[in-house]
């Protein structure tokens, strides 16, 4: 269990990526807000990235969800998707009261390469499921997600409107 | 483990609760998602409550950050709580790939009795709380949180801003 996770769905999301004036934006789609516990390493991202990819987390008109590809496919639409890195979420509660983040992957730890692999991946992994789903093998016959990113270690002033933020948590 | 929680600091934000045009707001201080397992009674939730409050979630401008209660004495200023019922918390992912949401805690179960029954006790425990403090005793000399709450099983159209959502989440 060194990978913390929430997801949340938007319609459009703003998050300041340079503690100034920098913004990086996304449409209707997914906020994934990530965090690493020690003994996190690389061999581990490509599980994260997959089940993330898996699991239908995103509505749709119809009683079925889907998931960040098969909503890329089926609606021939991108599904926009803001990472944002949340250490905090590595944390523990201590006999009701008091939360505790020594068990936090540090920057000394490589949280911030394990971090940004996890972007690329995300985005090497999902073109791949649906040009795989797709039986296209050409990136410009399909849609693919967009996807933004935070950057690591900044102040992540942050907003964002839904219509229902069907909010999920997971550990793996 | 019948109790899921995600916390995320806000400077303010909106929810709609009745499915049409009726809003309530909050300002500065925290959005609490909480979801309930089946197996969940009344009895667990002072424990709920109790834990939430006294957790350190907000912040400061020195380094140590604040629970609600400390706060709202300590700022002399009320703290604002959102509450928004989020089953969809109680998922699991089933073999890396499937949402199971057959252990939530349905409204046939007890759901928003036990979820108002959490909304009233946080306002409860927490006017207790800041009473015995403050070492005061009477309400009008002191600053109690101010807690607003979503309505149960609406659609639930949010919009939040905050400097750095600093995101918790919590089973217990």
């Given at each position: ?24 934006e996304i449409?209707?789609g997914?906020?994934?807000y990530?965090s ?32 960040i ?12 998707v ?82 229902g ?8």
């Amino acid at each position: 269990m060194t990978f913390r996770c929430v997801t949340q769905r938007c319609m459009k999301a703003k998050l300041l990526i340079d503690n100034d004036n920098e913004y990086v934006e996304i449409g209707k789609g997914l906020i994934v807000y990530v965090s690493w516990a020690k003994g996190a390493t690389k061999d581990d991202i490509p599980k994260h990235v997959t089940t993330l990819l898996k699991l239908r987390l995103l509505g749709t008109d119809s009683s079925r969800n889907q998931n960040i590809c098969e909503a890329c496919i089926e609606n021939n639409s991108p599904v926009h998707v803001l990472v944002i890195p949340q250490a905090a979420l590595t944390s523990k509660v201590q006999r009701g009261k008091n939360l505790q983040y020594h068990t936090q992957l540090g920057k000394e730890d490589g949280a911030e390469a394990i971090y940004l692999h996890f972007v690329q991946l995300l985005k090497d992994v999902s073109k791949e499921m649906i040009l795989s789903l797709s039986k296209h093998d050409a990136t410009d016959e399909v849609q693919l997600p967009i996807i933004k990113a935070g950057t690591f270690g900044n102040r992540q002033a942050l907003e964002f409107s839904s219509e229902g933020p069907f909010t999920h948590m997971f550990e793996m």
